[in-house]
């Protein structure tokens, strides 16, 4: 099971950005599609990034496509999501996520992480 970390969430203003960190343990992490998910309040966990393991394929949701950014560095374990022009809507708890591959679905990814707070102001 492969356990997960999420770090860098916080508070900003609206068209401000931030990069969530994902840190993975396990040595599957090389070979698994990550994605990040997220959950306002009141509202279903949404799909939010995609990459699969080589970080040859990406895919995102259209509210976030053009403002947001998955990366991985597979030597660091670590999964990032830049995040710029941030809007008071993308305000929700963000997950990050592992699974056999590339995917938008909740249910086609096994670990999670704890979630990490975002929070954008007007």
């Known amino acids: 099971q492969v356990q997960l970390v999420e770090s860098g969430g916080g508070s900003v203003q609206a068209g401000g950005s931030l990069r969530l960190s994902c840190l993975a343990s396990?040595?599957?992490?090389?070979?698994?599609?990550m994605g990040w998910f997220r959950q306002a309040p009141g509202k279903e966990r949404d799909f939010v990034a995609a990459i699969s393991a080589s970080s040859l394929f990406r895919t995102y949701a259209d509210a976030v496509k053009g403002r947001f950014t998955i990366s991985r560095d597979n030597a660091k374990n670590t999964v990032y999501l830049q995040m710029n022009s941030l809007k008071p809507e993308d305000t929700a708890v963000y997950y990050c996520?592992?699974?056999?591959?590339?995917?938008?679905?909740?249910?086609?990814?096994?670990?999670w992480g704890q979630g990490t707070q975002v929070t954008v102001f007007s």
């Open positions: 396990g040595r599957t992490f090389s070979n698994a599609g």
């Open positions: 996520a592992s699974g056999p591959s590339i995917a938008t679905r909740s249910a086609d990814f096994g670990s």
